[in-house]
Each structure stands twice: as structure tokens, then as C-alpha cells.
């Protein structure tokens, strides 16, 4: 079962929807290990929550969420151990979002970015503020991208598009990310929530079995790919993390400056 409170993240129900709010506006929503784990706890225990048909994966703030937590990164960068946990957590809150049998509706508020973008995309409905940007933005912090985009992104657009993406780190607008397929909806900032209200009201009113079993179907072919490529990118990406470039871009982020990567 979900527990009935966390730390990180705002539950609200709202009949048979849920609606979870990552809720760390001063950092964007960044995720931290507390959150992380909390993510894990929220999709691994929504199954058995008999009064949630649908949860809306949404953000506080004007952010969806921003990626990692770079304030957690610095201290630990170099830390053979702390990549392996991170990668450990990762792969487990993905596995549980892939597992996860009823539908999800990401109500994209604002920016996703990092694995902010990877938690949008994992999720079944895609409804994003025309003002939002999305982008898997690994390689411009000296990091592969292993943390799920090189799985999900190919199956949703192909892989000349994932490949311009994921190894240039460039950013789109939701606009375009819809007309890519990358996303369900972009819609004006006024009408996000009607139209997610929408969503969430024909899944919470509808054939509940039959929907979570077409969902299982149609992610077994999903899932056959991320396992395919999660050890290999959380291995890669943890690699990445002990070079000088991804030293150098946490530093510039935090001194708010351009990084200087110097290829080591």
C-alpha cells in the first residue's frame, strides 16, 4: 500500500484519482534519494491501493522536475559506492513504473528535465504546458545517458530523433515534443488542467481491469528493451560520473557558469 504520508511528495485524492505532487519547489523538484525512494514506494504500492484507479504525476511550482539533485551530487562525485546506489535506485523506481498496472498520467507543469524528462515519458498519458520544455540533458553534465531515456525515447520516436537528443542533450518545446510523438498533449497553460481532468475521469470511470491488463500488454514490449539496455546505461552512466567533465559541469552549475570540459 501507499503510505498515507511522505516527505517529498504531496498526495492528494480526488475520487478514484490520486494525485501525486513532487514537492520540492526550491530545487525544481530535483530528485534526491529521499525522493527517489519515495517515487519507488508510490508506483510498487499503487496496485493495491483499492481506492486509485489513476494517478496524475505532476510538480509544485513552475517545474516538472529538473533531474538529479546536484547538491546531493557534489559531495559524492568520485564515490564508487554512491553511483552504484544511485543506479540500484534507478533502475528499481523504473522497474516499478514499468510494473505498475494502472495508468499514469504525467501532468507536465513546467520543465522536465534529466530524469525529470525520463519520469514524463515512463508514464502512460503525456500532458505538457505548451510552455514546458523537455530534454534528456546527460551529456551537457558529462554524464551518459543510462538512466532510462536510451530505452524509452527510441520506442517513442524512433532512433535517428533519440540519437539527436540523447547525445547532444538539446531541449525542445512541448509544442514540438507533440507533434514528434514524444508526448500526448501540449495544450496552453489554461487548459492543462482541464484536459487532464479530462484524462483522469475516462480512466477512473472506466473497465479498470480490462485497462490495466492492456497496459501490461502493451509494456511487456517496453520493458524487453529497458532490460535490454538498463545495466549497460546505469554502468556507462555511472562511469561518466567519476570523469573531470561531469566534476566540472556540477561546479559550474552550482558557480552558475558555463561548464569548461576538457574530454577527461
Given at each position: 500500500?501507499?503510505?498515507?504520508?511522505?516527505?517529498?511528495?504531496?498526495?492528494?485524492?480526488?475520487?478514484?484519482?490520486?494525485?501525486?505532487?513532487?514537492?520540492?519547489?526550491?530545487?525544481?523538484?530535483?530528485?534526491?534519494?529521499?525522493?527517489d525512494?519515495?517515487?519507488?514506494?508510490?508506483?510498487?504500492?499503487?496496485?493495491a491501493?483499492?481506492?486509485?484507479?489513476?494517478?496524475?504525476?505532476?510538480?509544485?511550482?513552475?517545474?516538472?522536475?529538473?533531474?538529479?539533485?546536484?547538491?546531493?551530487?557534489?559531495?559524492?562525485?568520485?564515490?564508487?559506492?554512491?553511483?552504484?546506489q544511485?543506479?540500484?535506485?534507478?533502475?528499481?523506481?523504473?522497474t516499478?513504473?514499468?510494473?505498475?498496472?494502472?495508468?499514469?498520467?504525467?501532468?507536465?507543469?513546467?520543465?522536465?528535465?534529466?530524469?525529470?524528462c525520463?519520469?514524463?515519458?515512463?508514464?502512460?498519458?503525456?500532458?505538457?504546458?505548451?510552455?514546458?520544455?523537455?530534454?534528456?540533458?546527460?551529456?551537457?553534465?558529462?554524464?551518459?545517458?543510462g538512466?532510462g531515456?536510451?530505452?524509452?525515447?527510441?520506442?517513442?520516436?524512433?532512433?535517428?530523433?533519440?540519437?539527436?537528443?540523447?547525445?547532444?542533450?538539446?531541449?525542445?518545446?512541448?509544442?514540438?515534443a507533440?507533434?514528434?510523438?514524444?508526448?500526448n498533449?501540449?495544450?496552453?497553460?489554461?487548459?492543462l488542467?482541464?484536459?487532464?481532468?479530462?484524462?483522469?475521469?475516462?480512466?477512473?470511470?472506466?473497465?479498470?481491469?480490462?485497462?490495466?491488463?492492456?497496459?501490461?500488454?502493451v509494456?511487456?514490449s517496453?520493458?524487453?528493451?529497458?532490460?535490454?539496455?538498463?545495466?549497460?546505461?546505469?554502468?556507462?552512466?555511472?562511469?561518466?560520473?567519476?570523469?573531470?567533465?561531469?566534476?566540472?559541469?556540477?561546479?559550474?552549475?552550482?558557480?552558475k557558469?558555463?561548464?569548461?570540459?576538457?574530454?577527461?
Amino acid at each position: 500500500m501507499i503510505p498515507h504520508k511522505f516527505k517529498d511528495i504531496a498526495l492528494e485524492q480526488r475520487g478514484k484519482v490520486l494525485f501525486a505532487t513532487l514537492n520540492r519547489p526550491d530545487v525544481r523538484n530535483a530528485v534526491s534519494a529521499s525522493l527517489d525512494d519515495e517515487l519507488f514506494q508510490l508506483f510498487s504500492g499503487l496496485d493495491a491501493d483499492e481506492n486509485t484507479n489513476v494517478l496524475v504525476l505532476t510538480g509544485a511550482g513552475d517545474c516538472f522536475c529538473a533531474g538529479g539533485d546536484f547538491a546531493e551530487m557534489l559531495p559524492n562525485r568520485g564515490n564508487m559506492a554512491y553511483g552504484h546506489q544511485v543506479a540500484a535506485a534507478g533502475k528499481r523506481l523504473l522497474t516499478a513504473m514499468l510494473d505498475c498496472q494502472k495508468p499514469v498520467i504525467a501532468r507536465v507543469n513546467g520543465d522536465a528535465l534529466g530524469l525529470g524528462c525520463t519520469l514524463a515519458l515512463f508514464c502512460d498519458i503525456i500532458i505538457a504546458d505548451s510552455k514546458a520544455r523537455l530534454s534528456d540533458q546527460h551529456v551537457k553534465i558529462g554524464l551518459a545517458a543510462g538512466d532510462g531515456g536510451a530505452a524509452i525515447w527510441p520506442q517513442l520516436v524512433g532512433y535517428a530523433r533519440a540519437k539527436q537528443y540523447l547525445l547532444t542533450g538539446d531541449s525542445i518545446s512541448a509544442d514540438e515534443a507533440e507533434r514528434m510523438g514524444l508526448i500526448n498533449f501540449s495544450v496552453p497553460t489554461d487548459q492543462l488542467d482541464e484536459l487532464v481532468k479530462k484524462w483522469s475521469e475516462k480512466f477512473a470511470n472506466g473497465a479498470s481491469w480490462a485497462t490495466r491488463m492492456s497496459k501490461l500488454i502493451v509494456n511487456s514490449s517496453l520493458k524487453h528493451a529497458f532490460v535490454q539496455s538498463v545495466d549497460v546505461g546505469f554502468g556507462h552512466e555511472t562511469l561518466t560520473a567519476l570523469t573531470s567533465d561531469h566534476a566540472e559541469a556540477i561546479e559550474a552549475f552550482l558557480e552558475k557558469r558555463r561548464p569548461q570540459f576538457s574530454g577527461r
